[in-house]
Structure formats: structure tokens, C-alpha cells
Nanobody, 116 residues
Framework: QVQLVESGGGLVQPGGSLSLSCTASGTIFFSITPMAWYRQAPGKQRELVAQISVLSNTKYGDSVKGRFTISRDNAKKSVYLQMNSLKPDDTAVYYC?????????WGQGTEVTVSS
């Protein structure tokens, strides 16, 4: 099985920054696995935040473009999400996602709260 463990969530003021980490373990060839971050706020559907390909090409959801940056470190089997200029609407549970040839895997999520 594949395990994805997120960390770095917490409380931050509007305009502040926060960095999330996701580390993979188990039967995964991380370097050839596309990775992504999703989020889900109360009362809303889960949405794509950012994705990164095996070649480190990136795409972002419209609401976070210019503010968030996704990156990966294949040696550490980790994917990161640097979040800047945070807004209250960014408050959500953030989930790490791995899309292998066989299945899609999810982490348990880490909570991010943006509030003054």
C-alpha cells in the first residue's frame, strides 16, 4: 500500500504564509508519480489546488494562482505547498494526492485556518 502523510497545517492570519508537506511511503515509485494538493472547505466540494507532473510542470486552481507554489523533492519522496498571501477563503482541510498507474491515493489531510 501507499501512505501519504501531510503536515504543516495550522492557524495563520490573513496575508500570512504557511508551508505544507506531504511525504509518501510504501510501494510507490515517487519520481514517476504525478502529485497534487486538493482542499475541502465546510459545505463545499473538494477542489484541486495545485498539481505537479513527473517533469515538475505545474498547474494551479484559479483561486490560488500567483499565491501558492507546489514543488517536489524526489529524494525525500515529498511534495510541498507554499502558501502566501493567505485569505480567509483558503480555510480548508488540505489533502495530498498521488496518481499512480494503478490507483489514486489520498492523505488524511491537514487543517488550515486563515483568520484574524
Amino acid at each position: 500500500q501507499v501512505q501519504l502523510v501531510e503536515s504543516g497545517g495550522g492557524l495563520v492570519q490573513p496575508g500570512g504564509s504557511l508551508s505544507l508537506s506531504c511525504t509518501a511511503s510504501g510501494t510507490i515509485f515517487f519520481s514517476i508519480t504525478p502529485m497534487a494538493w486538493y482542499r475541502q472547505a465546510p459545505g463545499k466540494q473538494r477542489e484541486l489546488v495545485a498539481q505537479i507532473s513527473v517533469l515538475s510542470n505545474t498547474k494551479y486552481g484559479d483561486s490560488v494562482k500567483g499565491r501558492f507554489t507546489i514543488s517536489r523533492d524526489n529524494a525525500k519522496k515529498s511534495v510541498y505547498l507554499q502558501m502566501n498571501s493567505l485569505k480567509p477563503d483558503d480555510t480548508a482541510v488540505y489533502y495530498c494526492n498521488a496518481h499512480t498507474r494503478e490507483a489514486v491515493f489520498w492523505g488524511q489531510g491537514t487543517e488550515v485556518t486563515v483568520s484574524s
